[in-house]
C-alpha cells in the first residue's frame, strides 16, 4: 500500500532529476489525488441534493484534476511536469471562481479560494506566483464588486466580501513569505552542497583534483579514447628530494614548494590537459589526445622548467627538481595498469639519479 502510493506520488519523477522537480513532480501528483477525489465527493453530495450546475462543474474539475497526474503517466518528457501544473492551477482558479460566483453549497463557495496562494505559489514558484495571484485577485475583486455584485447568483453582503478579500491577502502573505524562506533555504543548501561536491574532489593545498576528481577525468577521458581510437598518456610526477625541502623550509614552506611546482607545470599544459594532485608530493598529468613520444617532449619541458626554477620562501631560495614516468593510456592498456607502469618508470628514474623522465622517447 505505502509503495504504491510512493509510486503514485513519484509518477513522472526520473533518478536525474533535481530535488526540486521532484519536489514539484510529487505536490503535482498529491495535489492531482487530493483534487480529484474531494471534488468527486464534493460533486456527488452536489447531486444528491439536487445542485446539477455545481455537481456538473465539480464532476468536470474533477476529470481536469485527474488528467493531469495521467499526462504525467504518459508523456514522460523532462516539461510534462510544467503543462500539468499548469492545468492544475488553471483548473483550480476557474473552479474556485465559479464558486465565489454561485456561491457552491450555501454560500460556503468562497471558503475555497484560501487553497489558491499555498498551491499556486507552491508550484509556480515565488515571481510567477505572485503575478498569477494578483490576476487572480482582480478577477475576484471584480467578480465581487463588478456593479455591486452584479455577476454574482448570490448575495454575500459587503462586510463578507471586503473579509473575504482582506483574508485573502493575508494568506497571500503569509505563503509567499513561507515560499520565499523555502526558496532561500533550498538556494543555500545547493551552494553548500556543490562547495562540498567541489572540495571532495580537489586538493585543498593546490586547487588541483584530487585522486577522486582524478578518477572521474580518467575514466571520461578513457572511454573517449576507446570510442575514437585516440591517444592517451598518463605521466606520474614526483618532487625529488622533497623530505629534504620539507626539513630546510619546514612544513609551510614544504607547503608553498608544492604550490608553486603546481603552478609551473599547469602553465607548461595545454587546456585540455588534466593535472592532479595525486598524492604527497606526486602529481599525475592526463594528456588526452598525445601519444607517449609527445609525451615525453612535455615531461622534459616541464622537468627543465622546474630545475632551471628559483623558489623563495622566507627570505631562503631553493632550487627543486622532478622526476617522470610515462605510459600509454590508450590501446589494451587499461587506466590503472597504464599508471602502475608509469610509476614503475618513475622508481627507475628516480634509481638513475633523479631529475629524470623515463622511458626515454
Ligand atoms: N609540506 C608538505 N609535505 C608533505 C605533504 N605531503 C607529503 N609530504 C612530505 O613529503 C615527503 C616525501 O618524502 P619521501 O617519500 O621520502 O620522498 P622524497 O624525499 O621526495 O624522496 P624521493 O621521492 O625518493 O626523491 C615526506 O616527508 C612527507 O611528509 C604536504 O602536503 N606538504
Known sequence: MKNLALAYIHTGDRPDYDSEKSRLIAVINLFSAVGTSLTFVLATRALLTDDLPLALSLYTASLIFFSSHLLMRWRRSADTHKYSSTILLICLMALTAYLVHSGGARGTGPLWSYLVPSVTLFMAGLRRGLTILAVYFCVI??????????????????????????????????????????????????????????????????????????????????????????????????????????DTLGHDGGDFILKEVAT???????????????????????????????????????????????????????????SFGIADASGKNQVDQAISEADGYLYKAKNAGRNTTLPKL
Not at 577522486?212 to 573517449?224: I, P
Not at 595525486?278 to 622546474?306: D, H
Open 264 to 322: 609551473l607545470m599547469s602553465e607548461q599544459l595545454r587546456k585540455q590537459d588534466i593535472l592532479a594532485r595525486w598524492g604527497g608530493e606526486e602529481f599525475l598529468i592526463l594528456l588526452p589526445e598525445t601519444n607517449t613520444q609527445q609525451a615525453f617532449i612535455v615531461a622534459e619541458k616541464i622537468r627543465t622548467q622546474i630545475e632551471n626554477a628559483e623558489f623563495t620562501y622566507n627570505e631562503q631560495t631553493l632550487s627543486v627538481t622532478v
Open 141 to 246: 475583486s471584480a467578480l465581487l464588486f463588478f456593479n455591486g455584485g452584479q455577476w454574482l447568483l448570490i448575495d454575500y453582503g459587503y462586510e463578507f466580501k471586503t473579509r473575504l478579500l482582506y483574508s485573502f491577502l493575508t494568506v497571500t502573505f503569509l505563503s509567499a513569505y513561507y515560499e520565499y524562506t523555502r526558496e532561500i533555504s533550498f538556494k543555500t543548501i545547493s551552494e553548500l552542497s556543490q562547495k562540498f561536491e567541489k572540495q571532495a574532489r580537489h586538493d585543498p593545498l593546490t586547487g588541483l583534483p584530487n585522486r577522486r576528481g582524478m578518477w572521474e577525468h580518467l575514466t571520461y577521458e578513457y572511454e573517449r579514447s576507446q570510442r575514437y581510437r585516440l591517444n592517451m598518456t598518463v605521466l606520474v610526477c614526483d618532487i625529488d628530494h622533497y623530505k629534504k625541502v620539507n
